[in-house]
């Protein structure tokens, strides 16, 4: 099981780091992602993290960096210069490497954690 962490209320240009840990042990071998859902939206890719190295959408370019622990224990999702649009609530999940098309993609991973709700205030 995966679960998420640091979530929160931040004010906007503030910073945040989010972490994804596996009950399972490490993420040898799979790839991660960061995705976020608002109500009413579709779950979004955010960054990913695998074998291939970090990807990003593009409004998060420059501000936002996943990096995982050296063990591969944890991955963390460091936000910063967040803003209200940031708001939602964010899940990690992953997929086996080599299973996926693009780990940015929400169809293409196979397991996903509960989510940790991230508040972005004026």
């Known amino acids: 099981q995966l679960v998420e962490s640091g979530g929160g209320l931040v004010h906007a240009g503030g910073s945040l780091r989010l972490s994804c840990s596996s009950s399972?042990?490490?993420?040898?071998?799979?790839?991660i992602g960061w995705f976020r859902q608002v109500p009413g939206k579709n779950r979004e890719g955010v960054s990913c993290?695998?074998?291939?190295?970090?990807e990003y959408i593009d409004s998060v370019k420059g501000r936002f960096i996943i990096v995982s622990d050296d063990d591969w224990k944890t991955v963390y999702l460091h936000m910063n210069s967040v803003k209200p649009r940031s708001s939602a609530v964010y899940y990690c999940?992953?997929?086996?490497?080599?299973?996926?098309?693009?780990?940015?993609?929400?169809?293409?991973?196979?397991?996903w954690g509960e989510g940790t709700q991230v508040t972005v205030s004026l």
């Open positions: 999940a992953t997929v086996v490497e080599d299973d996926y098309s693009y780990c940015l993609w929400a169809d293409d991973m196979d397991a």
């Open positions: 399972e042990g490490t993420f040898d071998d799979y790839a």
């Open positions: 993290i695998s074998t291939s190295g970090p």
